[in-house]
């Protein structure tokens, strides 16, 4: 009989679990489950992830250590500097650890520091031996769980890996595939949606693994600077075919094959070259190599066609020939990866300009609020309740599960409320009725044994995660394992209280100052959306030729990337809305309005790069006035849409809006005939570029309009309890 | 028992649950969460939360409201 994949990390957990414990006990460390939480949250689905987890984790742990030391130093007998520095230490390893740089790291330096303080803070002169003992049972946890890992059933990441990397290959491909077939009218737009979610569930899953196959694969870790710049080029790719599918809606009415003859044999290429990377990346050589094609237009067509058409085409074969560069680069990587290649592909591993240090992130900043307040407000209730419940333990608790859940303000509290009451009364009932029956640590190791395996296997499931991790720590907590083993009703009476006193300080921060009720965060998320949108759209006024600021350039930076992620956000808020207390909306009304969000920041993005294109001075001349007009006008619509979710009147924006676009069009037409002959031919693409771009975001505001006016925006705005 | 003219009944005084003595208050904050949890159930239900400004500083009243009524007429803290 061969046991499950679950079964086997779950007994690999319970072992590591119980040695862990023996270790502590037979050395006779005080609180021994401090190694037990090592081990239970450094055990995840492959040794790979886990090594990593627990590196990170030793040296966060070290770290907190001495920042600990550091607090309880700088603040002898002065407990609100004492809380207002610890307050913001973990505050800012909030803000770290939901961020994309060794989020572990810093997870572990705020939930460890938050503990060692509050256990050493009020006992100081024992403060440097508390913190001593905390850091080595962490790394007893750590060390043990990684040899369990890699003498038990080891699992290596890489096959998982590399079989991602072969599956996101060609999802990419059948996303491609039918793509085409809706740009020749044959395909169904819901297929592509469904490949284009899937695509973006196996890159989320392409990166985890791969940092985990890095770790425990030498292979991997050989060629990692290769794999990171193919995850930089799929994820460019993914991008592109995104910007090219949107574009497609612009030239619906446009015979693209008769007007780029060599599509059909273009799009071959391109899918030949997919089919051949989903070959080498399942070990198989490949069947042809890239051949040289260009995309070509047929000039005696094009010159029937009015500006704005010209314009959309320009846009589509920019894209198509960006999506040819990108195959032919992946191609190499991944061939020179599985070794089909022998010449080094140049490498691509720059991080994208909308990430960095120096832009602030305003969800992150507020869940690092949250904790603060969290720890606050059960600080205050320790010093000012006569006999708050845990006291000390109480304040490091909230600040850790407060730590959790600031990076997933849309779950809520209440909801793990229950399992951590649960697990807490049957770990009481494990204390009070099966401990005392123990009398060696063979009975002992039998129960830690048994309560693991059972907690991990029947909570295995990724969306149970936080429920078992409540689970294991409760029951570790309420159970309260030490040498001299005494049993008290207090002990899990403390703690069923204390749950309580710790969600309600979390309930509160729910509220205040930031209401992170779905309906609420969903209205907000989309007013800061249109916000960024009007600021890019107003900077787009200013010359691209002068130099911006550093300010300016931080800021266009930080609202490019609020525009980009936003539409994501609000998806995943979208699926936590009460759908009964909005009568009026349904889920695909909410799907469709985010999915044209999502199209807007697309053309969005595509316009402020095309912006800095050079343009031909007698254009920008010409023009300026008109172009300048429709940059007000959408401005104005950015801002009114910031405010409210829909237009008042539907018809007279769509109205406006065609109007803007046809003055625009008979203003072109009249330059392009005063300048004949004055335009070169990389003016007039830049100039096309610009049209096709300007006309994709009043396209893709048209299509937000259109989809947020069938929805019934009154029960949005009607305040409810929950 | 004489005590000079102290009624039993209105002293504050633990309760007790299978033998576990719990305190007046924690009883009567149990309650009134209760209470004012089915409260804002119902006015959401009967749609006289949106006459409200903020409903989770409405809940906040509630709550303390139930406490201190359930705790002085009640339970006796």
Redesign the interface.
């Known amino acids: 009989m061969s046991l499950s994949i679950t079964a086997k990390e779950s007994i690999k957990t319970a072992l590591a679990m119980t040695l862990s414990y023996g270790i502590a006990l037979s050395l006779g460390w005080d609180k021994p489950y401090w190694a037990g939480f090592s081990v239970a949250f450094i055990s995840l689905a492959t040794s790979g992830q886990s090594l990593n987890k627990g590196a990170y984790r030793m040296l966060g742990t070290l770290m907190a250590g001495l920042v600990s030391l550091a607090i309880i130093a700088l603040s002898p007998q002065s407990r609100w500097l004492f809380i207002t520095l610890l307050s913001a230490w973990v505050g800012f390893c909030t803000y770290m650890t939901w961020g994309k740089r060794h989020p572990v790291f810093w997870g572990y330096s705020g939930y460890v520091c938050a503990v060692v303080s509050m256990a050493a803070g009020p006992d100081p002169v024992n403060a440097f031996q508390t913190a001593v003992l905390r850091a080595q049972e962490t790394g007893l946890g750590i060390l043990v769980y990684s040899l369990v890992a890699m003498l038990v059933w080891p699992i290596n990441s890489r096959p998982k890996f590399e079989a991602a990397a072969a599956k996101l290959a060609s999802t990419q491909q059948q996303l491609l595939k039918t793509s085409l077939e809706w740009m020749a009218g044959k395909g169904d737009p819901t297929t592509v949606q469904q490949l284009r979610g899937r695509e973006m569930q196996e890159q989320k899953q392409f990166v985890q693994l791969f940092a985990a196959a890095e770790t425990d694969s030498y292979e991997i870790w050989e060629l990692r600077h290769h794999w990171h710049s193919y995850q930089h080029l799929v994820a460019e790719l993914s991008e592109a075919m995104a910007r090219w599918r949107e574009n497609l809606t612009g030239t619906q009415t446009l015979d693209l094959p008769g007007l780029m003859p060599n599509l059909s044999s273009f799009a071959a290429e391109i899918d030949g070259r997919l089919t051949q990377i989903g070959r080498m990346l399942a070990n198989q050589e490949p069947g042809q190599q890239p051949s040289a094609v260009d995309l070509e237009i047929d000039d005696t067509k094009v010159v029937h066609l009015s500006h704005f058409h010209k314009a959309a085409l320009t846009v589509i074969r920019d894209q198509l020939r960006r999506m040819e560069s990108l195959t032919r680069s992946l191609f190499h990587s991944a061939g020179y990866i599985k070794g089909f290649s022998p010449a080094a592909p140049e490498l691509d591993d720059r991080p994208p300009v909308t990430e960095g240090f120096g832009l602030p992130d305003p969800d992150r900043a507020a869940g690092a609020v949250r904790v603060m307040l969290i720890m606050w407000i059960a600080y205050l209730g320790m010093i000012y309740v006569d006999r708050f419940p845990a006291g000390p333990d109480a304040v490091a608790v909230a600040g850790t599960f407060g730590l959790v859940i600031a990076g997933i303000p849309q779950v809520s509290i209440w909801l793990l409320f229950l399992p951590a009451f649960l697990s807490t009364l049957v770990s009481g009932l494990i204390y009070f009725l099966v401990m005392p029956q123990l009398s060696s640590f063979l009975g002992l190791g039998a129960l830690l044994f048994g309560v693991t395996f059972a907690i991990y296997y029947l909570l295995a499931a990724p969306r149970l995660n936080v429920a078992k991790l409540l689970a294991i720590s409760m029951f570790m907590t309420v159970i309260s394992v030490s040498n001299h083993q005494t049993y008290h009703f207090l002990v899990v009476s403390t703690t069923a209280l204390m749950l309580p006193v710790v969600f309600i300080c979390m309930g509160v921060t729910a509220y205040f100052p930031v209401d992170l009720r779905p309906r609420q965060s969903f209205l907000r998320l989309r007013g800061r959306y249109f916000r960024s949108c009007e600021y890019l759209m107003d900077a787009l006024r200013q010359d691209p030729q002068k130099s911006e600021s550093r300010l300016a350039r931080l800021k266009k930076a930080f609202h490019l990337r609020e525009m980009s992620s936003l539409p994501t956000k609000l998806g995943v808020w979208s699926r936590v809305l009460s759908m009964k207390a909005l009568p009026g909306t349904s889920p695909q009304q909410i799907t469709a309005m985010v999915t044209a969000l999502q199209g807007l920041s697309y053309r969005m993005q595509q316009l402020v790069e095309d912006r800095s294109h050079p343009q031909a001075p007698f254009l920008v001349q010409e023009l300026r006035s008109d172009v300048a007009a429709w940059g007000t006008k959408m401005t104005e619509a950015f801002r009114c849409l910031a405010g409210e979710p829909s237009v008042e009147d539907q018809n007279i924006f769509h109205k406006e809006l065609t109007g803007i676009m046809e003055r625009l069009n008979m203003r072109i037409e009249e330059t392009v005939d005063k300048a004949a002959g004055n335009i070169t031919g990389r003016d007039g693409e830049n100039f096309y570029r610009f049209l096709g771009a300007c006309r994709g975001v009043a396209d893709a505001l048209a299509a937000y309009v259109a989809s947020a006016g069938a929805i019934d925006w009154a029960p949005w705005r009607e305040e409810r309890f929950y | 028992m004489d005590m000079g003219g102290i009624d039993m009944n209105t002293m504050p005084h633990e309760l007790a649950v299978g033998g576990?003595y719990l305190p007046p208050l924690?009883v009567a904050a149990t309650l009134g969460t209760i209470a004012a949890v089915l409260t804002?159930?119902f006015?959401?239900r009967i749609?006289l939360?949106?006459?409200?400004?903020?409903?989770?500083f409405?809940?906040l009243a509630f709550f303390i409201i139930y406490t201190v009524l359930l705790g002085t007429f009640v339970v006796r803290i």
Not at chain 2, 49 to 56: A, D, E, G, T
């Open positions: 576990v924690l804002a159930l006015l959401n749609r939360s949106k006459y409200f400004f903020y409903p989770p409405v809940f």
